[in-house]
C-alpha cells in the first residue's frame, strides 16, 4: 500500500509559478511511476504530467508542456510539479498518482494510487 499527500496549491496571479510536493509513504524500491492529474467539478479527471521510476523520462499534457516540470527524487520518496507561467485555466484540484508498473503512463486507469488532492487557483 502507497500513501500520497499533495501539498503546495493555493492561490495565485495569472503569470505567476507553484510548485506540488507529493510525499509518498513508501517508495517501494524507486520502482513506482508517478503522475499529476487534474480535475474540475463535473468533469473528467485529466492527464498533466508524469514521470517514470528512474526520473529519466518524462511526459505532459499538450496544454501545460514548456510550462510545467515534474520532477522526482526517489532518496526523499518525493515528486514535485513546478508550474510556471499560470494561466486561469489552471485552476483545478490537483493529484499525485502512483502505478506499479514504472513506466509513467498518460493512462489515468493505469494508476493505483491517488492523493486527496490539493487545490490550485489562479486569478486572472
Known amino acids: 500500500q502507497v500513501h500520497l499527500v499533495e501539498s503546495g496549491g493555493g492561490l495565485v496571479q495569472a503569470g505567476g509559478s507553484l510548485r506540488l510536493s507529493c510525499a509518498a509513504s513508501t517508495w517501494t524500491s524507486n520502482s513506482l511511476g508517478m503522475g499529476w492529474f487534474r480535475q474540475d467539478p463535473g468533469k473528467e479527471r485529466e492527464f498533466v504530467a508524469a514521470v517514470d521510476w528512474s526520473g529519466r523520462s518524462t511526459t505532459y499534457a499538450d496544454s501545460v508542456k514548456g510550462r510545467f516540470t515534474i520532477s522526482r527524487d526517489n532518496g526523499k520518496n518525493t515528486m514535485w510539479l513546478q508550474m510556471n507561467s499560470l494561466k486561469a485555466e489552471d485552476t483545478s484540484v490537483y493529484y499525485c498518482?502512483?502505478?506499479?508498473?514504472?513506466?509513467?503512463?498518460?493512462?489515468?486507469?493505469?494508476?493505483?494510487?491517488w492523493g486527496q488532492g490539493t487545490q490550485v487557483t489562479v486569478s486572472s
Open positions: 498518482a502512483a502505478e506499479l508498473y514504472g513506466s509513467g503512463t498518460r493512462r489515468l486507469e493505469s494508476y493505483d494510487y
